[in-house]
């Protein structure tokens, strides 16, 4: 089996068990919705910074509770099953994979229930989905490059916020600037710097995912 068919078949592994328990789409759901309806009860009406600053927090927990348990829902025997059938990069790709479509799906969701319950205007609301989508996308390559690590030193939750800050913390510093130039309206090319920034974190943690993770699947 090619390495792209091994991809193929794994990711449709993991949406079909997503689908039949649905347990983390419906539990991460849940949690955005309410989030966001605690905050609209706590602040009823937000200026431009603060509505950022709390859907970025939102979605930034809401990834870290769908994408931690990447692997450690994965027991032993399981793992060494998927060791004689595919190779260890396409079990990573595979991971990123659905973890990105699950949270574009999450962020999508959760962009449209905030907009409609706190209610603010965007001055470009094309980039600030991009901005989205970015983000979405950045989260989880970030967060399951992590969770493969951690899993492997018996999910040690210590060294997935170790690990996690010093990644976390530069990106949504960006993710920000993007968006809240997307809610000022200013012109678009003000923002391809911060575009091609995330980019390249997203291109980076994919190609060290790639590299790092056959050594610690090996133990």
């Known amino acids: 089996m090619s390495f792209l068919e091994q991809v193929r ?15 983390a789409f419906n539990s991460i759901l849940l949690y955005v919705i309410s989030t966001v309806f605690v905050c609209y009860q706590a602040f009823r009406s937000v200026d431009g910074v603060v509505w950022n600053a709390l ?14 348990k990447s692997f450690v829902q994965e027991s032993r025997g399981r793992q060494l099953y998927y060791y004689t059938l595919a190779s260890p990069n396409a079990i990573i790709l595979s991971k990123i994979i659905y973890n990105i479509v699950l ?15 706190f209610r603010n205007p965007l001055g470009d609301p094309f980039l600030y989905l991009v901005s989205v989508v970015l983000g979405s996308i950045s989260f989880a390559t970030v967060f399951t ?18 690990l996690s800050f010093p990644v976390i913390i530069p990106l949504l510093i960006v993710l920000i600037k993007l968006s809240k130039n997307a809610m000022d309206g200013l ?14 974190i997203n291109a980076i943690v994919i190609s060290v995912s790639l590299l790092l993770f056959p050594y610690i699947w090996r133990d």
Do not use: P, Q
């Open 9 to 23: 078949y794994l990711v449709y592994k993991e949406m079909l068990l997503e689908w039949r328990s649905k347990y």
């Open 55 to 68: 859907f970025w927090i939102i979605l930034l927990f809401a990834s870290i509770n769908a994408i931690s």
């Open 103 to 117: 949270m574009l799906v999450l962020s999508l969701i959760a962009l449209f229930v905030y907009s409609v319950i």
């Open 145 to 162: 490059m992590i969770s493969g690590i951690s899993a492997k030193a018996n999910n040690n939750g210590t060294l997935m916020a170790i």
């Open 187 to 200: 012109d678009r090319s003000v923002s391809y710097d911060e575009i091609f920034v995330l980019l390249a």
